[in-house]
């Protein structure tokens, strides 16, 4: 068996695909360039750093008039729509402002004072309406969104990984392991532990670097927890999103059923807490 | 080929490195050969070796404010003047070796990660701080001396790689362009 594996910085962090067939390299870089090219496709269409996204020009005027959505975005705005109702706003796309505020992400001019919440968006089949200006922020679900398009590109006659930057989706995921960044020693060392599901997602507090923040809904402060979640579900989209409500949700159990997830806390002295 | 991902003790000095002392796992992408294939599908590359002189060094680290340490520079011309470079951009806690492709016009066409380093804290190789991980029982070990193959954690930022890039685009503008 042959193999490929291949890495770019994308989605602002470095994305790894991992692919072993019975195929000469140049099929298998051929299939794996594919997939990065999805990547960055919804890199494009999502990014809120970047004014020219599909996704800016919604935040630009949505509260203006109906504006046409790519199925992509439908996509993904239609489940963190679900996953913010079932959550009670603990999971919100709706809180950018804060993080713009907070200097985390950029502004690109008159980003709103009012509070929103996600109840302010009207997603139809083929465009989006807010009852006033908001900033939608997808950085909590997106990149599952597409590490999930690039798996699917590559195809399930190859055995494939795409890890973006810790969240994952692997084709042949029965009986693997796989590894989890522990939250002692600055997430150095990691845990292994077998693979329960097609995707795997990892969110922490405490070791993500300086620019990155979680912030509660609620309180709109920076969550301060010292131990890390992790999600296992059929979708790395899904995988991604949980994670965050694992941290902001006191009892986040009914929620990961709801999705058909598993979910897992590690704490500092490295001990793994099943939800 | 057969490609596997590598945790090697290397000795920090001798790379010329002297961050902390402690492990460094590597993990190896494509060749150089196959980072060409990638990101110059199709064009003829040449390669010109680029030699920095000490003025030009110290030129591009005031325009860019990344430290240029490296006066050898990798690179290949394509037959239609683009660049394509293999260089070595140094982070917090991590090395990484890249192969970035730049058009005719300077502007970054792609970027391809080489091999990838990350080191350790010393902590890992402290007996008592590895205790607390053993005898945990089943599906619970910790892994640090073997091929690590997937891992899942707090989002690792790509940040660093910015200033490489920048460096490289600088030294585009003022040595490569008219090379």
């Given at each position: 068996?042959?193999?490929l594996?291949?890495?770019?910085?994308?989605l602002?962090?470095?994305?790894?695909?991992?692919?072993?067939?019975?195929e000469?390299?140049?099929?298998?870089?051929d299939?794996?360039?594919?997939?990065?090219e999805?990547?960055s496709?919804?890199?494009?269409?999502?990014?809120f750093h970047?004014?020219?996204?599909?996704?800016s020009?919604i935040?630009?005027?949505?509260?203006?008039?109906?504006?046409p959505?790519?199925?992509d975005?439908r996509r993904v705005?239609?489940f963190?729509?679900?996953?913010?109702?079932?959550?009670?706003?603990?999971?919100d796309p709706t809180?950018?402002?804060a993080?713009?505020?907070?200097?985390?992400?950029?502004?690109?001019?008159?980003?709103?004072?009012?509070?929103?919440?996600?109840r302010?968006?009207?997603?139809?089949?083929?465009?989006?309406?807010?009852?006033?200006a908001?900033r939608l922020?997808?950085g909590g679900?997106?990149?599952?969104?597409?590490?999930?398009?690039?798996?699917?590109?590559?195809g399930?006659d190859?055995?494939a990984?795409?890890?973006?930057g810790?969240?994952?989706?692997m084709?042949?995921w029965r009986?693997r392991?796989?590894?989890?960044?522990t939250?002692?020693?600055?997430?150095?060392?990691?845990?292994?532990?077998?693979?329960?599901?097609?995707?795997?997602?990892t969110s922490?507090a405490y070791y993500?670097?300086?620019?990155?923040?979680?912030?509660?809904?609620?309180?709109l402060k920076?969550?301060?927890?010292?131990?890390?979640?992790?999600v296992?579900a059929?979708?790395?989209m899904?995988a991604d999103?949980?994670?965050?409500?694992?941290?902001?949700?006191?009892?986040?159990?009914?929620?990961l059923?709801?999705?058909?997830?598993?979910?897992l806390?590690i704490?500092l002295?490295?001990?793994?807490?099943?939800l | 080929?057969?490609?596997?991902?590598l945790?090697?003790?290397i000795?920090?000095?001798?790379?010329?490195?002297?961050?902390?002392?402690?492990q460094?796992?590597?993990?190896t992408?494509?060749?150089?050969e196959?980072?060409?294939?990638?990101?110059?599908k199709?064009?003829s590359?040449r390669?010109v070796?680029?030699k920095?002189?000490?003025?030009q060094?110290?030129?591009?680290?005031?325009a860019c404010?990344?430290?240029?340490?490296?006066s050898?520079?990798?690179?290949?011309k394509?037959?239609?003047g683009?660049w394509?470079?293999?260089d070595q951009?140094?982070?917090k806690?991590?090395?990484?070796?890249i192969?970035?492709?730049l058009?005719?016009?300077g502007?970054?066409?792609g970027?391809?990660?080489?091999?990838?380093?990350?080191?350790?804290?010393?902590?890992v190789?402290?007996?008592?701080?590895?205790a607390?991980?053993?005898?945990?029982?089943?599906?619970?070990?910790l892994?640090?001396d073997?091929?690590?193959r997937?891992i899942s954690?707090?989002?690792l930022?790509s940040v660093?790689i910015?200033?490489?890039?920048?460096?490289?685009t600088e030294?585009?503008?003022?040595?490569?362009?008219s090379?």
């Open positions: 068996m042959n193999s594996r291949q890495c770019r910085p994308l602002g962090t470095y994305v790894e695909i991992h692919l072993a067939a019975d000469d390299d140049d099929c298998l870089l299939r794996s360039l594919a997939a990065f999805e990547i496709r919804i890199q494009r269409l999502m990014s970047d004014p020219e996204s599909e996704l020009r935040n630009a005027s949505a509260h203006l008039a109906e504006i959505v790519s199925p975005m705005l239609s963190a729509m679900a996953l913010a109702e079932a959550s009670g706003g603990a999971f809180i950018a402002p993080l713009v505020r907070r200097g985390v992400l950029p502004d690109h001019g008159s980003c709103p004072e009012n509070p929103a919440d996600w302010s968006i009207h997603l139809g089949d083929e465009s989006v309406r807010f009852d006033q908001l922020d997808l679900i997106a990149k599952g969104y597409a590490v999930d398009l690039a798996l699917a590109v590559i399930d190859v055995e990984t795409v890890n973006a810790g969240d994952l989706a084709t042949h009986g392991d796989v590894e989890i960044r939250p002692a020693s600055d997430g150095r060392a990691t845990l292994s532990v077998p693979m329960e599901n097609r995707a795997l997602a922490a993500l670097e300086s620019e990155h923040v979680i912030l509660h809904p609620g309180n920076p969550l301060e927890r010292k131990d890390s979640a992790s296992f059929s979708s790395c899904a999103a949980l994670t965050k409500v694992v941290l902001l949700l006191p009892d986040p159990a009914p929620v059923r709801r999705f058909d997830a598993q979910g806390v704490d002295e490295g001990t793994i807490v099943r | 080929m057969q490609r596997r991902s945790l090697k003790t000795l920090l000095a001798a790379g010329g490195f002297c961050v902390t002392s402690g460094v796992f590597a993990k992408y494509l060749s150089v196959q980072a060409q294939k990638s990101l110059c199709g064009a590359l390669p070796p680029v920095l002189t000490k003025e060094m110290k030129s591009i680290q005031a404010k990344v430290r240029v340490r490296n050898d520079m990798k690179t290949w394509t037959g239609d683009g394509f470079i293999v951009i140094i982070g806690h991590e090395f990484i070796d192969a970035v492709a058009s005719p016009s502007k970054v066409k970027i391809e990660v080489l091999e990838y380093r990350e080191s350790y804290g010393h902590e190789a402290n007996p008592k701080w590895l607390q991980f053993i005898g945990r029982g089943p599906g619970k070990r892994e640090i073997k091929d690590i997937n954690g707090a989002t930022s660093h910015t200033e490489g890039i920048n460096r490289l030294t585009w503008a003022q040595v490569l362009r090379a």
